[in-house]
């Protein structure tokens, strides 16, 4: 009797692994639902988190995204903290059980978080009601991009299937911020090489158009009379101060010969 009671209940155990596994896999499914049909990444990751939190039985789930150069994370999108909170909360990646997702790269847990060390409180999120705390890294290509979170109201210890579920789920959350990030990054680079292309033409426009306005000036001009035009070929006449000039070397020695046959002249008269 003891061996037919034990039988089912090892049946059991063995169901409830695939069971946990068809659960997993219908949340991966819903959230790739989510991004085949969303185009914005704030709506897609809004309602990510409100898949979460409802099939995985929490009562809060919430994603931050890492700004590699701040070293910052900025909450994103929350279920079940106040949603004014989005885009408002930041911290140093020193800061919290969510900044030490990032520092270890590994799931940071807490039956308790505000008894935590690290726990950082904001005021703004009114997330004091919640105990339990499970933080994800978000990686993609080994570099972390964000943390995704879950929170609940009553002390509660994480299996290690719904640690393994989370990862998943943070895994597929990175690979569609990275996805969004390279689009934002194409978008950005098109609309500089439009912009570019768009001085190269309106650039040589100008110069034609300034040349052509320069040409009709120049047109426009009265033409000189021809005294006018005798006057400005004819040489700039030299000033008085000018005219006097120092006698050279060839008219004084001219002189002083010519002085000398007069003076032979008259002795030979005489």
Request: charged residues 30%.
């Amino acid at each position: 009797m003891e061996a037919e009671k034990r039988k089912p209940s090892n049946g059991r155990r063995r169901s409830a692994k695939p069971g946990s596994q068809r659960h997993g896999f219908s949340i991966l499914e819903n959230i790739s639902e989510i991004t085949a049909r969303s185009e914005d990444l704030q709506e897609a990751l809004q309602q990510i988190v409100e898949v979460v939190a409802q099939r995985a039985s929490t009562d809060v789930c919430s994603l931050y995204i890492l700004d590699q150069r701040a070293q910052r994370l900025t909450l994103w999108a929350t279920t079940g903290l106040e949603r004014s909170a989005v885009g408002k909360v930041t911290m140093s990646v020193e800061e919290g059980l969510t900044g030490m997702a990032i520092e270890k790269l590994e799931p940071v847990m807490a039956v308790d978080a505000i008894a935590h060390p690290r726990y950082k409180f904001f005021p703004e999120t009114g997330e004091e009601k919640y105990h339990s705390f499970l933080g994800v890294p978000i990686i993609e290509r080994s570099m972390p991009i964000g943390v995704l979170v879950v929170q609940t109201l009553r002390r509660r210890r994480f299996a290690r299937h719904e640690i393994r579920l989370l990862r998943a789920i943070a895994t597929q959350v990175g690979s569609i911020i990275a996805q969004a990030r390279l689009a934002e990054d194409l978008k950005t680079k098109e609309k500089e090489r439009r912009e570019y292309r768009r001085r190269m033409i309106t650039v040589p426009r100008r110069a034609r158009a300034a040349s052509r306005a320069a040409g009709c000036r120049v047109s426009r001009r009265r033409p000189a009379s021809g005294a006018d035009r005798r006057i400005s070929s004819s040489p700039p006449s030299a000033s008085p101060s000018s005219r006097i000039r120092a006698p050279t070397t060839s008219t004084t020695s001219g002189a002083v010969s010519g002085a000398r046959s007069r003076s032979r002249a008259l002795r030979w008269r005489a």
